[in-house]
């Protein structure tokens, strides 16, 4: 199946930092990426859908300023989580959708803020 | 605003039982998704159901979707340990072409021997 890399695995950083996290599909064009956030125990929750080349479309309650979203690419989309406090510690996925409307998810993100 | 509910929300079971995992969604779709996460990692991808009355089999684990109903199951046949996990089933808009997917609130099973 199709392979979408997603780093880093795991960071922890201080608050008042910024992070970023990335999301390559390996082996197919994505024009489609999708952000998800991921609380011990609790389903996913879409966060905003990236479009290459476009602006991304944000799920409400989600800060634009706060999770920037770039997808330069076909292959690459970023998340950049700034300014990162506690509160934001989570477990960020993010998704490639193939041309075929199917879903390959990355490994995942564990962000700890300390 | 497409919601997904499923049942149980949390399953202990012994080896070589029988189950059924039920995802009930509100509106109109024939995309449903099946996923398993184990503790700490991210989505495994187990079925991929597009039209009413698909049917798919994968070793113990069986899916079925009936698009009137707004139900898919996920049957556990002679479960094993190994399939100790959280299950998630996921629903598309019925508008192909928009992939947002909403995930169920995932079902945490646990095998035991």
């Known amino acids: 199946g199709a392979v979408v890399s997603q780093h880093p695995s795991w960071v922890i950083c201080k608050s008042g930092t910024s992070v970023k996290i990335e999301c390559r599909s390996l082996d197919f064009q994505a024009t489609t990426m999708f952000w998800y956030r991921q609380f011990p125990k609790q389903s996913l929750m879409l966060m905003a859908t990236?479009?290459?080349?476009?602006?991304?479309?944000?799920e409400q309650g989600v800060e634009k300023d706060k999770f920037l979203i770039n997808h330069a690419s076909l292959t690459l989309s970023t998340l950049t989580v700034t300014s990162a406090h506690p509160e934001d510690s989570s477990f960020y996925i993010c998704?490639?959708?193939?041309?075929?409307?199917?879903?390959?998810f990355g490994a995942g993100t564990r962000l700890s803020v300390l | 605003e497409l919601k997904v509910e499923q049942n149980p929300l949390f399953l202990s079971m012994q080896e070589g039982k029988n189950y059924t995992i039920y995802c009930n969604y509100s509106t109109t779709s024939d995309r449903l998704y099946w996923y398993r996460q184990d503790p700490g990692k991210s989505l495994e991808s187990l079925f991929v159901?597009?039209?009413?009355?698909a049917v798919k089999q994968e070793g113990r684990l069986m899916a079925s979707l009936d698009t009137k109903a707004r139900l898919s199951t996920l049957h556990i046949t002679a479960a094993v340990h190994d399939l100790s996990a959280t299950y998630f089933c996921?629903?598309?808009?019925?508008?192909?072409?928009?992939?947002?997917?909403?995930f169920g609130t995932g079902t945490r099973l646990t095998i035991i021997p």
């Open positions: 159901l597009l039209s009413n009355g």
């Open positions: 990236s479009n290459e080349g476009s602006k991304a479309t944000y």
């Open positions: 998704s490639a959708a193939s041309s075929a409307g199917i879903q390959y």
């Open positions: 996921a629903v598309g808009p019925p508008n192909f072409g928009n992939e947002k997917l909403t």
